[in-house]
């Protein structure tokens, strides 16, 4: 049966038309970015077994546009324009931190951190730094590690922060494991960052950790 001989409620457009995009499953908004499925196939039966053959979801949309390219019901045409979709969406995150206005809300920062750094293979650590009123000032990786860690300095967090006048700072850093629970180090260095900032007056408002699912703050849980 033809998506289009479902009944109304069912189709992924008019699903999303009716209850939005969150109501859909990820095959379901696969599907419409698809289109069409393989031949024999609808489009959500193409994009279930996407998601079961080189899933899940956040694997299959870590891959390069060469590399969607090659898979199955993709081609390049529709894996140039995932790409630029994704792409959009990070963008999109990043204007309403960087339109000026201030940070009111914690987790959009926590969601510009999973932007940027989810997809890495190697622990990266990042600061966003943040004027008096917590308006974006700049997001810089402040370094790189192995699969395992990566080294942070204080002092050259305190330097950046200095540089940039910032008043105010949130930092990140990605788990390429997929864990994002905090480690016992993740909570050290958060304090060192804490102390060294504190002696220049200014902030550490919150250090996220990037893993799998959403964003995990030490400030929620009372560590910052």
């Given at each position: 049966?033809?998506?289009?001989?479902?009944?109304?409620?069912?189709?992924?457009?008019?699903?999303l038309?009716?209850?939005?995009?969150?109501?859909?499953?990820?095959?379901?908004?696969?599907?419409?970015?698809?289109?069409?499925?393989?031949?024999?196939?609808?489009?959500?039966?193409?994009?279930?077994?996407?998601?079961?053959?080189?899933?899940?979801?956040?694997?299959?949309?870590?891959?390069?546009?060469?590399?969607?390219a090659?898979?199955?019901?993709?081609?390049?045409?529709?894996a140039?324009?995932?790409?630029?979709?994704?792409?959009?969406?990070?963008?999109?995150l990043?204007?309403?931190?960087?339109?000026?206005?201030?940070?009111t809300?914690?987790?959009?920062?926590?969601?510009?951190?999973?932007?940027?750094?989810?997809?890495?293979?190697?622990?990266?650590?990042?600061?966003?730094?943040?004027?008096?009123?917590?308006?974006?000032?700049?997001?810089?990786?402040?370094s790189?590690?192995?699969?395992?860690?990566?080294?942070?300095?204080?002092?050259?967090?305190?330097?950046?922060?200095?540089a940039?006048?910032?008043?105010?700072?949130?930092?990140?850093?990605?788990?390429?494991?997929?864990?994002?629970?905090?480690?016992?180090?993740?909570?050290?260095?958060t304090?060192?960052?804490?102390?060294?900032?504190?002696?220049?007056?200014?902030?550490?408002?919150?250090?996220?950790?990037?893993?799998?699912?959403?964003?995990?703050?030490?400030?929620?849980?009372?560590?910052?």
């Open positions: 049966m033809h998506i289009r001989d479902w009944p109304s409620a069912e189709r992924p457009r008019e699903k038309l009716a209850r939005g995009a969150a109501a859909l499953s990820d095959a379901e908004l696969l599907a419409i970015f698809l289109g069409s499925g393989l031949r024999g196939r609808d489009a959500v039966q193409t994009a279930r077994e996407l998601l079961q053959g080189h899933g899940p979801l956040r694997v299959l949309l870590d891959r390069s546009a060469p590399q969607l090659k898979l199955p019901g993709l081609g390049p045409a529709r140039c324009q995932l790409s630029a979709a994704l792409e959009l969406g990070r963008r999109h990043a204007a309403d931190l960087e339109r000026g206005e201030a940070l809300d914690p987790a959009a920062a926590g969601r510009y951190f999973a932007q940027r750094l989810r997809h890495r293979p190697q622990e990266v650590f990042a600061v966003l730094f943040l004027d008096n009123r917590h308006r974006a000032l700049a997001f810089e990786e402040l790189t590690g192995t699969v395992g860690s990566a080294e942070v300095h204080p002092r050259e967090v305190v330097r950046q922060a200095l940039h006048n910032a008043a105010a700072l949130i930092v990140g850093h990605n788990h390429p494991s997929g864990n994002p629970e905090p480690s016992a180090a993740d909570r050290a260095i304090e060192r960052l804490r102390q060294a900032l504190a002696l220049v007056d200014i902030r550490l408002l919150d250090h996220f950790v990037i893993g799998d699912g959403a964003p995990v703050s030490l400030a929620a849980r009372g560590w910052v």
